[in-house]
């Protein structure tokens, strides 16, 4: 074997053990504290058994949790507002950002390939040739036809590095799109259950007013007979008066929930209106599942996972600044100083190796650039295991917040309901007395307002009890899975542009 053909295999064989050779950090994800558990599980066997289980219904799709509710106009609502909501088509415009940048990471790992026509015209000065200063030196124009090579070989992995947190970004991305996505359906629930709250105290405002009509015109009667003073009528009228400002003030916040949810179905509160229903009560049965699956079904936990890989190989890419770059770079085509013998054999060339520079460039002295930009890295990898941290315990006071919510508000339910029944049967009674003028027309409005007071906190309770539901399901992650729901029905506007499909 000539030494020529040894020089190159063992150059070869060189670049091959150096590739192999990535200084990046192996990635793992950081230990957090899971909790066997959750803490309201242990309140009642029965509750334990339904949060541990944690399966959907399989006549359920999953993702689409709003259906638990059984109320055909908030899936209509939710169904809307992924195709119109803007939030969620800048998400998704965020996400193919992420992945037009893993694409452009990735494109380093492969040769760049370029080619060029043209003439350059040139003279080169006198002294340059060793000829005297007034010899002829004619300007000479050179036409080229070439094809170009450049090629970073990825010894250490710093390009291996920079893809791999590319891609950990674009996942990222991706995550947080399944997090607007929870968001905006939980907000959609939230506003919707708001407005028909808010419909429930509107309807019992009705009924006040028109009960105090009735009230107003029997206190109206009587003192035309003269069996009260003037003093019970005008009391009478500022208690209807009252109610119907009250009932006013209702609609006032109606307006504002309605346009608030207009605006979550991408609508201009023009365009947009909600017929009026009254809530009810809002029981539904949400297995809670194990902690362990909240760290698997949580996007917002997925994403903060996600940014500490990205951060974790930009660590190696930082590491990777430290060793040598081999930089391959060649050209081949042709070159003549007349444009018809361009193609011809005797006016091809060649140049292999880097036009500027050398091929193998090593750092030796920088005023602590590269270190600098390490410890950077590494104080990003740290900053960001500090959020996940936080973001999972976060997670774990969410889920017990509102699983606590719900039982108490349940059994508040219906202590409040019996406190309605009592007033209004103290306003029954009192209605009784006053007519047989054993009572003054204080005790009746004290009655009258207090079977206002126990309906109204009855009314609040039901909407706090769907918020809370609600709530609930945002803080497991939606669905009733142990994976964050696979959504394909993504957000898109008038010609398809924000259409990506997430896979899990």
């Not at 909407?463 to 609600?470: D, F, P, S, W």
Request: charged share 25%; with cysteine; hydrophobic share 45%.
């Amino acid at each position: 074997m000539n030494k020529p053909l040894r020089f190159r295999l063992g150059v070869g064989a060189l670049v091959l053990v150096l590739a192999g050779c990535a200084v990046g950090p192996q990635y793992q994800r950081p230990a957090t504290d899971v909790p066997a558990s959750f803490k309201e599980a242990s309140m009642s066997p029965e509750a334990a058994k339904r949060w541990k289980e944690a399966q959907p219904a399989d006549s359920m799709e999953r993702g689409r949790w709003w259906t638990i509710f059984q109320d055909a106009r908030l899936n209509d609502l939710e169904e809307q507002a992924m195709v119109a909501n803007q939030d969620l088509k800048a998400a998704a415009a965020r996400v193919a950002q992420a992945r037009a940048l893993t694409r452009n990471a990735r494109s380093e790992l492969f040769p760049r390939v370029d080619a060029g026509f043209g003439p350059t015209r040139q003279r080169a000065s006198n002294a340059s040739q060793g000829l005297p200063e007034d010899a002829s030196n004619a300007p000479l124009t050179l036409w080229r036809a070439q094809a170009s090579v450049s090629y970073e070989a990825d010894l250490f992995g710093r390009v291996a590095s920079q893809v791999d947190a590319a891609t950990a970004s674009a996942q990222q991305s991706q995550a947080l799109y399944r997090s607007v996505l929870l968001a905006l359906q939980a907000d959609v629930a939230q506003a919707y259950f708001l407005v028909r709250r808010l419909d429930g105290e509107k309807a019992l405002y009705d009924d006040t007013v028109e009960l105090r009509k009735q009230t107003l015109e029997l206190i109206e009667r009587r003192y035309v007979e003269g069996d009260i003073s003037e003093l019970d009528v005008a009391r009478a009228r500022t208690e209807l008066d009252s109610a119907r400002s009250q009932s006013l003030g209702v609609d006032r916040q109606r307006a504002i929930a309605e346009h608030a949810l207009a605006i979550l179905m991408g609508k201009p509160p023009a365009d947009f209106g909600l017929k009026v229903q009254p809530l009810g009560q809002v029981a539904v049965g949400i297995p809670a599942g194990l902690p362990s699956s909240l760290l698997e079904r949580r996007p917002d936990i997925a994403a903060a996972e996600r940014a500490m890989a990205a951060a974790n190989a930009r660590i190696g890419a930082a590491k990777a600044a430290f060793f040598p770059r081999l930089s391959i770079t060649g050209t081949a085509g042709f070159e003549s100083a007349q444009l018809g013998d361009l193609f011809e054999w005797s006016s091809r060339a060649f140049l292999l190796g880097p036009f500027v520079g050398t091929m193998l460039s090593l750092p030796i002295f920088d005023g602590g650039q590269r270190q600098a930009g390490l410890d950077r890295a590494r104080a990003e990898y740290e900053e960001d295991v500090a959020i996940y941290r936080q973001t999972v315990l976060n997670a774990f006071r969410e889920v017990e917040d509102n699983l606590s919510s719900l039982r108490i508000l349940g059994s508040q339910t219906q202590v409040q309901e019996t406190a309605v029944q009592s007033a209004a049967r103290a306003a029954q009674l009192s209605q009784i007395q006053y007519r047989e003028g054993s009572t003054s027309y204080l005790d009746v409005i004290d009655a009258d307002r207090a079977v206002l007071q126990q309906k109204s906190a009855a009314v609040l309770l039901y909407g706090e009890r769907a918020q809370a539901a609600v709530n609930l399901i945002r803080a497991i992650g939606g669905g009733w899975g142990t994976v964050i729901p696979d959504v394909t029905t993504l957000a898109t506007d008038t010609v398809g542009r924000y259409s990506p499909k997430f896979n899990q």
